[in-house]
């Protein structure tokens, strides 16, 4: 890792870098507002040059001048990440401007909110292009570019929505689950090329998106208002981002990982495999009815293994059934 160097002012108090953001380029999608806003101006003060991109163009434009004022660089796009062109344009644009991409963050969300009875395929559509075709149209452009670099660091933003189950977001939960696994395929494929990619799942509200989409009736008040007063004074964006700058940093060699972050706290979200349970003869297909009387030892999450890799889960069956792994 860079040997620290320089120091930075964190919150008004001084702090000493150790990541080197020297002549990086990053492009944050949904940067003009939030917690793209946020990440924008985070890695602006460490000297990244930023794509400041929006499809808000007054929010993407008020970003790049709170970065200019304070000395940093940024240039805002204003192309949608939702197509195609929308994304060759906006890595583009860091092209022309600063000379190639390093980091990309595929942040740009919106919403919709009802009954999945409800629900027109317009309004599912929509909220896929934007979070899970948006990812991979902006960031197959910059994949090609930090390929041939043999260097990248890529944040795909997930949601709690996208990996527990919860009532009310059932497009939203399809496309942030979507980005889990868009985040551990790339993340496999980059891995050799010197991209990693991981995933957050913030928690910081002030969201511009559910504005305009709100959890379905009764909802809210039932399940989230207790613990979210809790933690109300204490979810922000600068609470999130710390995270961001980390998985954006050479110093991270992280790749494929889901982390959530909120209020202060930092974790992450995994796929178990419980040890469940097996037929009592090897080669014996089980009755439903034996499943059945076996549920509760299948889904018994008291022990159970984290795996790397889809191999890993043929491993665990291996092992599970006393066979010899060749
Ligand atoms: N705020 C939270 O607590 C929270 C929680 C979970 C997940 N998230 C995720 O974090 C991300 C940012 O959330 P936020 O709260 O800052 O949202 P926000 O609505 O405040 O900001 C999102 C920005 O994306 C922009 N955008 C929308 N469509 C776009 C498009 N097609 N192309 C380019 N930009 C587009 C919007 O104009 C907006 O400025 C989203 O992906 C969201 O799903 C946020």
Redesign the pocket.
């Known amino acids: 890792m860079h040997e620290p160097e320089s120091t930075i002012l964190m919150s008004g108090r001084p702090v000493l870098s150790q990541f080197d953001f020297e002549g990086q380029v990053a492009i944050i999608?949904?940067?003009?507002?939030?917690?793209?806003?946020g990440y924008c101006i985070e890695l602006a003060r460490r000297g990244v040059a930023v794509v400041v991109?929006?499809?808000?163009g007054d929010?993407a434009c008020a970003v790049v001048e709170e970065i200019k004022r304070e000395g940093g660089k940024a240039v805002a796009s204003l192309?949608?990440?939702?197509t195609v062109e929308?994304g060759k344009a906006i890595v583009a644009m860091a092209v022309e401007e600063f000379g190639t991409v390093d980091i990309l963050v595929n942040?740009?969300?919106?919403?919709r909110a009802g009954d999945f009875a409800d629900m027109s395929l317009d309004d599912f559509e929509a909220v896929l292009?934007?979070?899970l075709s948006?990812a991979f149209c902006v960031t197959q452009p910059a994949w090609a570019i930090m390929r041939e670099r043999g260097h990248g660091r890529i944040v795909m933003?997930?949601?709690?929505?996208g990996v527990y189950p919860e009532q009310g977001y059932s497009e939203?939960a399809t496309a942030?689950a979507g980005i889990v696994g868009l985040t551990r395929a790339l993340a496999a494929e980059g891995k050799e090329h010197g991209i990693y990619v991981n995933a957050i799942?913030?928690?910081?509200?002030?969201?511009?998106?559910t504005l305009t989409a709100e959890p379905i009736p009764g909802l809210k008040e039932a399940k989230f208002s207790g613990p979210d007063s809790s933690l109300a004074p204490y979810?922000s964006?600068e609470a999130v981002s710390p995270l961001v700058v980390y998985l954006c940093s050479s110093a991270c060699s992280h790749t494929g990982l889901t982390l959530s972050a909120?209020a202060g706290w930092f974790g992450r979200v995994f796929v178990g495999l419980t040890n469940g349970w097996t037929t009592p003869e090897l080669g014996v297909p089980a009755a439903a009815e034996e499943v059945a009387r076996h549920f509760d030892e299948i889904v018994d999450t008291e022990q159970y293994e984290v795996p790397e890799g889809a191999s890993d889960e043929l491993r665990h069956i291996a092992m599970r059934l006393g066979l010899a792994i060749g």
């Open positions: 999608t949904g940067g003009g507002r939030n917690l793209g806003r991109n929006d499809i808000d929010a192309d949608t990440v939702a929308g942040n740009a969300g919106n919403l292009a934007v979070h948006g933003t997930g949601s709690a929505g939203y942030k799942l913030p928690q910081a509200g002030g969201s511009s998106m979810k964006v909120g």
